[in-house]
């Protein structure tokens, strides 16, 4: 079983900074990509970044120079620096992991809200 446990999120004014980590815990292949994941109601789910364990990044053009995706392999976590958050920013940001064994398997956390407003 797979858990990814987010925290970090809260209420920021614009142009404020904010960084969510994901605990990432359980069977997961050593060789994945963990990215962050963002939904505002009535909208559909929007990528933000991606990593692989290599290090290889990923970003959506909304999160391009303003917001940095890491991980610690280590400790099994992975984090997203957010800065110059701007109003339409605000939504739940979900972690998820994505490996191959056997087959595709992917996991969601349950998400944490960030809210960017004066």
């Known amino acids: 079983q797979v858990q990814l446990v987010e925290s970090g999120g809260g209420l920021v004014q614009p142009g404020g900074s904010l960084r969510l980590s994901c605990a990432a815990s359980?069977?997961?292949?050593?060789?994945?990509?963990m990215g962050w994941y963002r939904q505002v109601p009535g909208k559909q789910r929007e990528l933000v970044a991606t990593i692989t364990s290599g290090g290889s990044t990923y970003y959506a053009d909304s999160a391009k120079g303003r917001f940095t995706i890491s991980r610690d392999n280590a400790k099994s976590m992975v984090y997203v620096q957010m800065n110059s958050l701007k109003p339409e920013d605000t939504a739940v940001y979900l972690c998820?992991?994505?490996?191959?064994?056997?087959?595709?398997?992917?996991?969601w956390g349950q998400g944490t809200q960030v809210t960017v407003s004066s």
């Open positions: 998820n992991v994505r490996f191959f064994q056997g087959e595709v398997r992917e996991y």
């Open positions: 359980g069977s997961i292949f050593s060789i994945n990509t």
